[in-house]
């Protein structure tokens, strides 16, 4: 089944990507509450506690496109879980959280979108946290006054690396353990993983087109 064979998000879909946002959205405000844990940690250096953490703030997107594979489904998920943390949670950044959600968002769901939504090797999951993290990376230096700092690019590099290992990597580690468990059976994923289809392949191929 290809992206191109694939009919617009059905009520599943929605139904999970809700879903996803909210447990998320949850998971980001433990992640921030381990950022200022960090932060008092690492003492003077402290301030770079948030670019350590940046990748837990992009599990969303990779893992709502690897389940569902549907265009736009990374960034409903990020926006959503960033609508969580500020309704509900009281995030401190306020509605600007949206923003950083769409950039991250977009970020991390191009490289999936570049394949069509067809390939989702490791390699794709690690463009997809970096490119999240990096993406995003420009709106904070923007907000905060980074720009014209000596470590801008140390902030960066350690940012774009947590993306890899926290946003893209880690985000590969808990779709296949899902997947695994075969409650993602009735999504987009599970059909790839069937008999004849790219999970007898191997989880990474690319899937099987088909004729209706």
């Known amino acids: 089944m290809s992206a191109a064979d694939r009919q617009p998000l059905a009520l599943r879909d929605i139904v999970l990507i809700v879903v996803l946002g909210v447990v998320f959205g949850f998971l980001y405000w433990v992640f921030v509450q381990a950022w200022n844990a960090l932060a ?14 940046a990748g837990s703030w992009l599990l969303v997107a ?25 309704v509900f949670l009281g995030s401190p950044v306020g ?10 968002g977009v970020g991390s769901e191009l490289p999936f979108a570049l394949t069509r939504y067809r390939r989702f090797t490791w390699g794709t999951f690690l463009l997809s946290g970096a490119l999240g993290a990096g993406l995003v990376f420009f709106w904070s ?16 590099g350690v940012q774009v690396l947590s993306g890899i290992v926290l946003g893209g990597l880690l985000a590969k580690v808990l779709v296949d353990a899902l ?7 009735n999504f987009a994923l599970g059909a790839d993983r069937r008999p004849g289809d790219a999970g007898d392949r191997g989880a990474d191929a690319a899937p099987v087109r088909r004729v209706r």
């Open 40 to 53: 008092i940690a690492m003492g003077p250096a402290g301030d770079l506690a948030q670019h350590v953490l």
């Open 179 to 185: 997947a695994r468990t075969g409650v993602l059976d």
């Open 95 to 104: 509605p600007l959280l949206l923003i950083s959600a769409l950039l991250q």
């Open 141 to 156: 230096a923007l907000r905060f006054g980074w720009f014209g700092q000596d470590i801008l690019l140390l902030r960066l």
């Open 62 to 86: 990779p893992v709502a496109v690897a389940i569902t594979r549907r265009p736009g489904s990374g960034v409903i998920a990020e926006i959503l879980a960033a609508i969580v943390e500020v």
